[in-house]
């Protein structure tokens, strides 16, 4: 079945810093990817997605490209801030499916 | 923006109770799901429903059941609570362009 793996955490970076988090995906078709973030205390906010091979998705300065050849989505920022502090999930959609299937999460703390 | 409301915050509930967690979302979307957030596990999908009176069930159902009878109303039921069902209880919707998601319940079973 369809899968997501991401890199263990926590992860823990200085303000400006470059972040990446990896992620790769098990997919019997062609799927849709996404990353979510989540805030303390709050449930999941979608922060970007991208839907066919070499799309990359971007918003707040995060971005992530959809690698079909090496079956990765791997998030990256250029620099840091301390508000990025946060849990963040991978997942993937089937096309025609409903259901997203989610990594186990990275956790990101960002030191001033 | 979509909302999606989760009734409890925190719930704290005795082993072999009956449970029930409440989700509401304020639009007309036929897509609402459960899922369950275990650190190191990520998010699992417990059943989902796709119209009023229609369910199916996710990757781990065993210990729930749902209910939906208003589109704008999901219903998780822990039909005898047990202590390996404390947990994060998420929420959401899917409009065209993406899932939105309520803040949680966090379940204690003691």
């Known amino acids: 079945g369809d899968s997501v793996t991401q890199m263990e955490g926590p992860v823990t970076l200085s303000e400006e810093a470059f972040l990446t988090i990896n992620c790769t995906y098990t997919?019997?078709?062609?799927?849709?990817l996404f990353w979510y973030v989540q805030y303390p205390g709050e449930g999941l906010q979608l922060l970007l997605k991208?839907?066919?091979?070499?799309d990359k998705g971007s918003n707040k300065g995060f971005e992530a490209t959809y690698r079909k050849e090496t079956t990765s989505f791997h998030l990256e920022k250029g620099s840091v801030q301390v508000s990025d502090s946060a849990v963040y999930f991978c997942?993937?959609?089937?096309?025609?499916?409903?259901?997203?299937?989610f990594g186990q999460g990275t956790r990101l703390t960002i030191n001033p | 923006d979509v909302k999606v409301t989760q009734s409890s915050r925190y719930l704290v509930k005795r082993t072999g109770e009956k449970v029930f967690l409440e989700c509401v979302q304020d639009?007309?979307?036929?897509?609402m799901f459960w899922y369950r957030q275990d650190p190191g596990l990520g998010l699992r999908l417990i059943y989902f429903s796709y119209d009023v009176k229609m369910k199916e069930k996710g990757d781990i159902p065993e210990g729930y059941s749902v209910s939906r009878e208003k589109k704008e109303r999901f219903s998780l039921i822990l039909e005898s609570a047990s202590t390996n069902q404390t947990s994060m209880y998420l929420c959401?919707?899917?409009?065209?362009?993406?899932?939105?998601f309520g803040s949680g319940t966090r379940l204690t079973v003691v």
């Open positions: 959401a919707t899917k409009p065209d362009y993406g899932y939105t």
């Open positions: 639009m007309d979307h036929e897509n």
């Open positions: 997919a019997t078709g062609y799927p849709s």
């Open positions: 997942a993937l959609s089937e096309w025609g499916a409903q259901k997203l299937v």
């Open positions: 991208a839907t066919k091979a070499d």
